[in-house]
């Protein structure tokens, strides 16, 4: 029994934010935000708003924490006290330490570290406001703030999560759906090669809802790629293919 | 830090210097300018208030959220205004992750100072039952790019979403985060604070990053809407002379009647 | 990492691939196949239920405490599973003391994500007055040898313990520790974990330390009896593909059946 | 409301502790008192009795601290948790290291950094018990041990708060008037050259009141910097100066 | 460690041993000499008691505070001592800011145990309703200047703070810190502690730092006022033969009788 | 007062697990058992089961922190949250870490650390069931763990407490007498040459129960150590002389 739970999420094919079962939240992506940043991103996805700045390569301190072949990539998400409904005690906590290793891992498959041995790059994440789904935007939001800092990548990463909510398979869970509904499964991808970068799930399926879960959550992240490449089309038009 | 950072920072000081000797400041403004100022409330809405503010480049973002708690023993019939700053590694190369420096603390506690004591609350008004349950009040500032002057932009945002903040309901001492209602907090006055940098002999309104970096001392007032005082926190290894502070004061009087013109009060 | 060490991490790289590619694994299993599992239950007699389990040289101590505490707001009717596990430097010369690292964090987070979604206990059954007074379930694993695969390990580990769990004594709220009563714990699920390294293009079932020193990536399943899926979790900056991932699954629902055979359930 | 604030403190121009309105409390002060500093010094000053120790200049490690232009100064400053009268838990809370920040830069101003690079000169203050202005009690035995300690200084710092109480402005506020009065100015200074290198106010004060608590704190603060001097006198004689 | 230092610490210690192996001591002392001991109490008011100890050069300062409490659910009707000490940074250039390291907890335990273990107070008369009010009693202990023995500094003071504390006067359960009263805590028993190093063969009382620095054992006693022993603490990794712990327990019963005649008891 | 206190725990002579006064728990010891560990051992003494692991002598980082004459010898004793009857919290507390610091004091007195300069030595001790006299029990665990490593001592360092319940003196207190006794004395020694490197003692012991406490802590000690060569003997047999 959990206090608050909707009666049902899913009325008449639609969710309790008007959404189609296969439809995506509103997302407005925009990069070049923050002025002391090396590359900065903002995303708005639903209720999401989240801000990613990118420091480096730069020099690391101290230096023997530092690789001779390589780029480290750090990564901190944390989320702003009023970003939910109850106050959210300042500070790192365990889920913000499990989410930063996790997004960073998925960014590193994509970051040529190689190019910047003995350096450091720093991708930091603030979810400003939070409605469900923080880690892929904070994934898409931190890929995007890595090519505004110009930093060689062999593609963009890209996220959406799928679930499960009153028995059926949804795409990107608001946060009502991702507290009541019985599954979540987020996947990051790599859209050039399609290799899976990110994959968690916690909740129930089975062997079928997963593999429909799957699919859809993909078929999201190529959509959500569509707005990563426009976003950095915005501001740097044709030349970014080039300085990629 | 090394020689040559030594050496760097020496000709960036004196270079500052050259132009203030010219009566004029790096990014043309005159000494006793502002920055352009942007103000932008109701930008959180999971917030029960919040702010945006933009000083130049310099921008950070409050937001308040309201709780119940318990009065302190030696208050029983009046809430809490408790105010936090953090200084995000987004918002500067310079940051660092980790618990609060000094700096930090001190940004936290002199924001604090200047609507505390500057009463921008009225306590008593917070009390549900007294000795028991109060409505506890957090305003949390992020830092989110730090081009100087923090302390100005912080105590404007928390101003701006204090004034934008909405009781969220109540249900059988339930908050209902969901449902916010139209009533306001209890706000008394308007607290705004005012900060000069003093580079040398020369005393600047709103420093930059770089002015910042090269000031010799560095004083903040807390300025409430009567021309009262409420707070002052000098900082830096540097002085003033009690005649600049006097200029100041009155100079700051004026200014923060500026900074309120962008609240719409 | 000096440069010698990076050398001597691709030469063992290379050596675990060349056995790979000869459709071996270094220690002569094969692709999927796990190591020898023994499930010792009963061995700390303080704890309400204890179980050492040791995969190949893997070796994981997990214990059951109960104790009484409040009902979270939004759950008045339900007790709450605490599951913690700590890389103990015993384990490794590679732990070191002091507060957990992200991968600790990492491994208690995947393990509490299997029991809890996975719906192990029957939370309603811990509660004693509702909203007011529940069982607290706290599971803590200890790692005591490490040698790949703690995932599968402290999962396997706690079920086990969980299993082997008796309610003390309760006396007018207070807890007789001292005696055991006959009553076990309201298990409602047997979620298992099973987790699979790739290193560049081959999948090996239950990693080794040699192995998971140079993987890839990592993906480990929490499995139920009835077959359905209640945990994912991918590590590691490499990728996987989808079909290799839907393959996985299916064969972890057969490894997890394996793995309940050591419960007697 | 404030439980436990007296109806008035002042009667018939009388403080409750019976000082005029523009008097100082009675100020002890001894240095050179703990064996193992190479500077110490004891303050009473009213009820505050303030213990100070300067160890230095030093070597500074971790090296990468130091600098090679000047001393790093380091200052602490901490409560007893028997100082007050509801014991104070043990460590470092925020109000005392922003006194320690505070402190520090106004001791920067005048100690010759620049005599002792590569080194640090770390001054411990403890409270061991506290009745009001303990900050400006603080700078004021601060000052003394780097004296004792023969660091070579432009000037002493000299210190002393002014505040409003029941609607006057009145010199250095003890224990009762700093928590229910109206306002509080602590202020150190330079006396040689009249220099302000600490101020901070918390409370309510118009431009006149405020003009004139400044005034007055200086006052005090000089007052005070004659006792500083007789202190050092007592144990130096004449060849403090010298010295310094 | 540097090279340097070794060879200067083995210096010292060559020298310390020369002087001993003509039976004095590098201050002058006998083997068997305490110091020169004063005792103060009353020095802080804000206290409830205190007391500044100094064995020579060694200065510490106790200060006790009472406040109301819960009691222990195992020990519904007895109030609690809580002992502290702290070895600030004031007190030597050794002694580092920061939370407190070994040696600092091991002092505070030992202190700490000679207390409560010699019962120092009749806990039980600091009851104030059975299993609901009890007074806490808090003896925080500053090292102000250390030359050697804080054990037996330390305690001296703790128990003569304790001695000269008054309770304050209550007030419908609220304590009114600015009004004594003239009831003195419920003094049980006087425990103290005596402490011997020792260096190569020899075994001196009441170390100084020099001694301290070379010491290869240490060990101290908690002595009643009856004789008999409420604590022993070894440290330092050297050892005692079982008939030294003898002689010196002995010998530590006359000095604990002359430490105490400091305290007019 | 203490809620739990049981009315007698000497009855006839035997204490309330059956024991004689003078006599042992049972003990059980085993070396080697952690295959990652250079040394390990387990031991079950009573209710106490506890398992140590030797790490070392290893590179020791920072490097500043190594000494150029010797070994540094590290220990860290600690307590599984389920081996008490209410759980413990997790992480360090003030009574392991001075438990740390007496036990590595101990064994420091018999590792021939000047053998392995630059390097550090780790002891970690991890008690999974608690039942009173543990660091009597980790000490001996410790040492067989140090042999087992290969470590060079002068000898094995054996213990064993003694106490007073009921007004008796007894050896080896368990855990209900450990709580509700009057008095507990760990000794260890170094048995080859009687030296007592480890003493501690709280409650209330008279001239002559010290006296008659401390003799049959020796005698305990003694014949713990008898099982801990035993122990070594089991698994290296003649050899293990030689190796030492």
């Given at each position: 029994?959990?206090?608050?739970k909707?009666?049902?999420m899913?009325?008449?094919?639609r969710?309790?934010?008007?959404?189609?079962?296969?439809?995506?939240?509103?997302?407005?992506?925009?990069?070049?935000?923050?002025?002391?940043?090396?590359?900065?991103?903002y995303l708005?996805?639903g209720?999401?708003?989240?801000l990613?700045?990118?420091?480096?390569?730069?020099?690391?301190?101290?230096?023997?924490?530092?690789?001779?072949?390589?780029?480290?990539?750090?990564?901190?998400?944390?989320?702003?006290?009023f970003?939910?409904k109850?106050?959210?005690?300042?500070?790192?906590?365990?889920?913000?330490?499990?989410?930063?290793?996790?997004?960073?891992e998925?960014?590193?498959?994509?970051?040529?570290l190689?190019l910047?041995?003995?350096?450091?790059?720093?991708v930091?994440?603030?979810?400003?406001?939070?409605?469900?789904g923080?880690?892929?935007?904070?994934?898409?939001?931190?890929?995007?703030?890595l090519?505004?800092?110009?930093i060689?990548?062999?593609?963009?990463?890209a996220a959406?999560?799928?679930?499960?909510?009153?028995g059926?398979?949804?795409?990107?869970?608001?946060?009502?759906?991702?507290?009541?509904?019985?599954?979540?499964?987020?996947?990051?991808?790599?859209?050039?090669t399609?290799?899976?970068?990110l994959?968690?799930?916690?909740?129930?399926?089975?062997r079928e809802?997963?593999?429909?879960?799957?699919?859809?959550?993909?078929?999201?992240?190529l959509?959500?790629?569509?707005?990563?490449?426009?976003?950095?089309?915005?501001k740097?038009?044709?030349?970014y293919e080039?300085?990629? | 830090?090394?020689?040559?950072?030594?050496i760097?920072?020496?000709i960036?000081?004196?270079?500052?210097?050259?132009?203030?000797?010219s009566?004029?400041?790096?990014?043309?403004?005159?000494?006793?300018?502002?920055?352009?100022?942007?103000?932008?409330?109701?930008?959180?809405?999971?917030?029960?208030?919040s702010?945006?503010?933009?000083?130049?480049?310099?921008?950070?973002?409050a937001?308040v959220?309201?709780?119940?708690?318990?009065?302190?023993?030696?208050?029983?019939?009046?809430?809490?205004l408790?105010?936090?700053?953090?200084l995000?590694p987004?918002?500067?190369?310079m940051?660092?992750?980790?618990?609060?420096d000094e700096n930090?603390?001190e940004?936290?506690?002199?924001v604090?100072?200047?609507?505390?004591?500057?009463?921008?609350?009225?306590?008593?008004?917070l009390?549900?039952?007294?000795?028991?349950?109060?409505?506890?009040?957090?305003?949390?500032?992020?830092?989110?790019?730090?081009?100087?002057?923090?302390?100005?932009?912080?105590c404007?945002?928390?101003?701006?979403?204090?004034?934008?903040?909405r009781?969220?309901?109540?249900?059988d001492d339930?908050?209902?985060?969901?449902e916010?209602?139209?009533?306001?907090?209890?706000?008394?006055?308007?607290?705004?604070?005012?900060?000069?940098?003093?580079?040398?002999?020369?005393i600047?309104?709103?420093?930059?990053?770089?002015?910042?970096?090269v000031?010799?001392?560095?004083?903040?007032?807390?300025?409430?809407?009567?021309?009262?005082?409420c707070?002052?926190?000098?900082?830096?290894r540097?002085?003033?002379k009690?005649e600049?502070?006097?200029?100041?004061?009155?100079?700051?009087?004026?200014?923060?009647?500026?900074?309120?013109?962008?609240?719409?009060?």
């Amino acid at each position: 029994m959990k206090l608050g739970k909707p009666e049902r999420m899913i009325i008449n094919g639609r969710r309790l934010d008007g959404r189609g079962l296969y439809e995506l939240r509103p997302i407005k992506m925009k990069v070049g935000v923050l002025k002391n940043a090396d590359g900065s991103s903002y995303l708005e996805w639903g209720g999401n708003k989240i801000l990613c700045a990118v420091h480096g390569p730069r020099e690391l301190h101290p230096k023997h924490l530092a690789r001779p072949d390589k780029a480290i990539l750090r990564c901190i998400y944390s989320m702003a006290t009023f970003s939910v409904k109850e106050r959210k005690k300042p500070g790192p906590d365990r889920r913000s330490i499990e989410l930063s290793k996790v997004i960073r891992e998925a960014l590193e498959n994509v970051v040529f570290l190689h190019l910047f041995p003995q350096t450091v790059i720093d991708v930091y994440i603030k979810v400003l406001q939070s409605d469900g789904g923080t880690r892929c935007a904070s994934i898409v939001a931190a890929s995007l703030a890595l090519a505004d800092a110009g930093i060689p990548m062999k593609d963009l990463v890209a996220a959406c999560a799928a679930g499960k909510v009153d028995g059926q398979i949804v795409l990107d869970l608001f946060e009502i759906e991702d507290n009541y509904g019985e599954a979540d499964l987020p996947v990051a991808i790599v859209p050039k090669t399609g290799e899976i970068v990110l994959l968690q799930m916690d909740g129930n399926m089975t062997r079928e809802e997963f593999e429909k879960a799957l699919e859809l959550a993909i078929s999201g992240a190529l959509k959500v790629y569509e707005l990563q490449k426009k976003a950095l089309y915005e501001k740097y038009g044709a030349s970014y293919e080039t300085k990629r | 830090m090394r020689p040559r950072d030594e050496i760097l920072a020496n000709i960036k000081r004196n270079f500052i210097l050259e132009v203030l000797r010219s009566n004029k400041r790096i990014d043309g403004r005159g000494f006793n300018d502002y920055r352009k100022i942007e103000v932008k409330t109701g930008v959180i809405k999971k917030a029960e208030g919040s702010a945006l503010v933009r000083i130049g480049n310099t921008e950070v973002l409050a937001g308040v959220k309201l709780s119940i708690g318990t009065p302190y023993p030696d208050t029983p019939n009046e809430g809490a205004l408790i105010v936090n700053t953090e200084l995000v590694p987004l918002a500067s190369a310079m940051f660092e992750p980790g618990p609060p420096d000094e700096n930090s603390i001190e940004l936290a506690r002199v924001v604090d100072r200047a609507l505390r004591e500057g009463e921008v609350l009225d306590l008593e008004k917070l009390c549900i039952v007294e000795g028991e349950k109060v409505w506890l009040v957090y305003v949390d500032i992020y830092s989110l790019n730090y081009d100087g002057n923090l302390f100005d932009a912080c105590c404007l945002a928390a101003l701006a979403a204090l004034l934008d903040a909405r009781f969220p309901k109540l249900e059988d001492d339930r908050v209902i985060y969901e449902e916010k209602t139209s009533v306001r907090l209890p706000i008394k006055n308007y607290p705004l604070e005012v900060t000069y940098a003093k580079i040398d002999e020369y005393i600047v309104l709103d420093p930059c990053y770089e002015e910042e970096e090269v000031m010799d001392a560095r004083i903040t007032f807390g300025i409430k809407q009567d021309g009262s005082i409420c707070a002052i926190q000098k900082g830096g290894r540097g002085s003033f002379k009690r005649e600049e502070i006097l200029k100041l004061y009155d100079n700051a009087v004026e200014k923060a009647k500026y900074l309120r013109s962008f609240l719409n009060i």
